[in-house]
């Protein structure tokens, strides 16, 4: 797309007629008009102001977003994962991400990512936070995509609270705030504004936030005093509602929770002497686990969950750190022993994939 025809998008977009772009410009509705036509383009120092007009930046009217094409991201993807994975050389992916983030200010992905590892690495430290901050507020100037900039708070909400500084861990609290929430159960009423297929996909992200706030609850209400047995009754209580969502089929990312659930109900199990039941959900947890290396190793040949449409968003996710600590654990139970083969047998395995 060419800059005439990019300044006449987003002009519509924005919902502004020439005139009105032209007196916040202070040049002549003519003068604008020649742009959006291609008859001219207008100077250098104009560029920042109309980028600020329309919401977006001067990368972004110049079309340097469209020069980084499939063949370079799949470069980069592959850097982070040496970086980060291979190496664990948290601090160059950290440098990695921003150069990137420099190069592509409209990618906000790279801003999102940032974030997240910033919180999972435990790096949230004051001068990191600070610029995680700058780049949320460039997002509430430029962004228009409430998915991103929702995600954007959720995530600053748990940086900011990690972090130090007390003022910067105060910012937590005005994220949070600007966290939509169930109020009014705004949900409920979507079909009366969409329909086919927008009204399907919002229902699933409704169906994932809802159950996930629910699980959360759950864990939260488990008492401090509770005895095993009520411990147990609790853990089998959030495995339903994420087993409820998810299904037998594939869902990657958004399994890990359910994983640990079920290992929380086999090492209670195994404490309860209730074998048969330790067994049995151990049979269910070994058997996601191997799921999710064949869907790395073959896609296809994994269903995947018909709610969870992209199990593998582009974005850090803890299902590889969960995991592995998971079947240690399970390892070091005594109570498993006729099992530890099995399960040694599926770590090297996972290990081997996504180290590799």
């Known amino acids: 797309m060419k800059l005439h025809e990019r300044l006449k998008q987003l002009r519509t977009q924005q919902n502004l007629t020439q005139e009105q772009v032209a007196e916040y410009l202070c040049v002549s509705s003519q003068s604008v008009s020649k742009w959006e036509r291609g008859l001219v383009q207008p100077d250098l120092q104009m560029l920042p102001r109309l980028a600020i007009l329309y919401h977006t930046s001067t990368d972004m009217l110049l079309g340097m977003n469209e020069m980084w094409e499939d063949a370079d991201r799949r470069r980069f993807l592959v850097r982070l994962k040496e970086t980060y994975y291979q190496k664990g050389d948290k601090e160059g992916t950290w440098n990695l991400l921003v150069g990137e983030a420099t190069l592509h200010p409209d990618d906000y ?65 005005v994220f949070y705030e600007k966290i939509p929430s169930l ?97 049995k959900v151990l049979d269910r947890l070994l058997y996601m686990i191997d799921r999710h290396v064949l869907a790395v190793l073959d896609p296809n040949s994994v269903p995947v969950s018909s709610v969870i449409t992209d199990p593998f968003p582009r974005q850090f996710h803890p299902l590889e750190t969960i995991t592995k600590p998971l079947l240690e654990a399970l390892l070091k139970t005594s109570g498993l022993q006729d099992h530890h083969a099995r399960i040694d047998a599926l770590l090297q395995r996972y290990l081997t994939v996504f180290q590799a």
Not at 243 to 269: K, N, P, R, S, T
């Open 183 to 279: 109020r009014d159960s705004r949900e409920v009423y979507a079909i009366c504004v969409l329909e086919g297929e927008q009204l399907r996909e919002q229902d699933k992200q409704t169906l994932f936030r809802a159950n996930d706030i629910a699980a959360v609850a759950l864990r939260r209400l488990i008492p401090n005093d509770a005895t095993d047995e009520q411990r147990l009754s609790w853990h089998e209580r959030i495995s339903e509602l994420y087993h409820g969502m998810l299904g037998d089929d594939f869902a990657g990312f958004y399994e890990g929770q359910l994983l640990i659930a079920y290992a929380e109900i086999v090492l209670l199990c195994v404490k309860l002497g209730k074998r048969q039941r330790a067994e």
């Open 109 to 173: 992905d790279l801003v999102i990512w940032l974030m997240l590892l910033a919180y999972r690495a435990q790096m949230c430290t004051p001068e990191k936070v600070k610029y995680l901050i700058m780049l949320t507020r460039k997002l509430e100037s430029y962004c228009t995509e409430m998915g991103v900039l929702n995600g954007a708070y959720r995530y600053m909400t748990q940086v900011c609270s990690q972090c130090s500084d007390p003022d910067l861990r105060a910012a937590a609290k």
